[in-house]
């Protein structure tokens, strides 16, 4: 079974600071993981996967995450936050087959000018 | 590559009235396709799974009857709110994932916001 944990609801950071999002992952099998990114009353865009090559992943719009296997996480970063980065946040878990995909709880970035 | 459309983004209907909602693969074929329903300020929550010329799979606690779903070709699957009542207002995605490769990803729709009157 697939589950994921992401700690804190709504994070904010000013702009041009560091974005941190974290995503711990629980998996009986090797996991693909990956982050969405979801504006109001949108459907969801993939910011980047991992599915079992390079541990540090770089996605869209700057962002990146690294594939930590001893700590089960999937940390979001980014060095520089931007205004237009603000939205909610998802991190979702798969085994890879011919299953669905396991959300996490959201977390809202807020930017502070 | 992999876009996938949802129409109609944003529907009113009366109380017991059927909606049908639809979910296109424009570039792809799929298989599978997903729906989900999210509350406000929640996350996604899997209603069920649709698969091509067969029957989809629900989640527990989904009504089948309900929520109709049908996946007739391999780009295309309509998810029917059957009966609708004002607790079926809710934001429904749908997500899709190429047939061609075992995990390319999963592609979502724009989202439809159904409010039920």
């Known amino acids: 079974a697939q589950s994921v944990t992401q700690l804190g609801s709504h994070v904010s950071v000013s702009e041009g600071a560091l974005v941190l999002l974290r995503c711990n992952y629980s998996?009986?099998?090797?996991?693909?993981l990956f982050w969405y990114v979801q504006y109001p009353n949108q459907g969801l865009q993939l910011l980047l996967k991992?599915?079992?090559?390079?541990?540090l992943v770089k996605g869209i719009n700057g962002f990146e995450a690294e594939f930590k296997k001893s700590e089960t996480s999937f940390h979001l970063t980014k060095p520089s936050a931007h205004m237009s980065d603000a939205a909610e946040y998802f991190c979702?878990?798969?085994?890879?087959?011919?299953?669905?995909?396991?959300f996490g709880t959201g977390t809202r970035l807020t930017v502070i000018p | 590559g992999a876009v996938v459309s949802q129409h109609p983004s944003r529907v009113i209907c009366k109380s017991g009235t059927s909606v049908k909602i639809e979910c296109r693969s424009l570039?792809?074929?799929?298989?599978?396709m997903f729906w989900y329903r999210q509350f406000p300020k929640k996350s996604l929550m899997l209603m069920a799974t649709?698969?091509?010329?067969?029957?989809?799979?629900?989640e527990q606690g989904v009504e089948k009857d309900k929520f109709l779903i049908n996946h007739a070709s391999l780009t295309l699957s309509t998810l029917t709110v059957t009966s609708a009542h004002p607790e079926d207002s809710s934001f429904y995605i749908c997500?899709?994932?190429?047939?061609?490769?075992?995990?390319?990803?999963?592609?979502f729709g724009s989202g439809t916001r159904l409010t039920v009157v």
């Open positions: 997500s899709a994932r190429p047939r061609w490769t075992k995990h390319y990803g999963y592609t």
């Open positions: 998996s009986s099998v090797p996991p693909y």
């Open positions: 991992y599915t079992s090559a390079a541990t």
């Open positions: 979702a878990v798969s085994d890879g087959g011919a299953n669905n995909l396991f």
């Open positions: 570039d792809f074929q799929a298989t599978t």
């Open positions: 649709s698969n091509e010329g067969s029957k989809a799979t629900y």
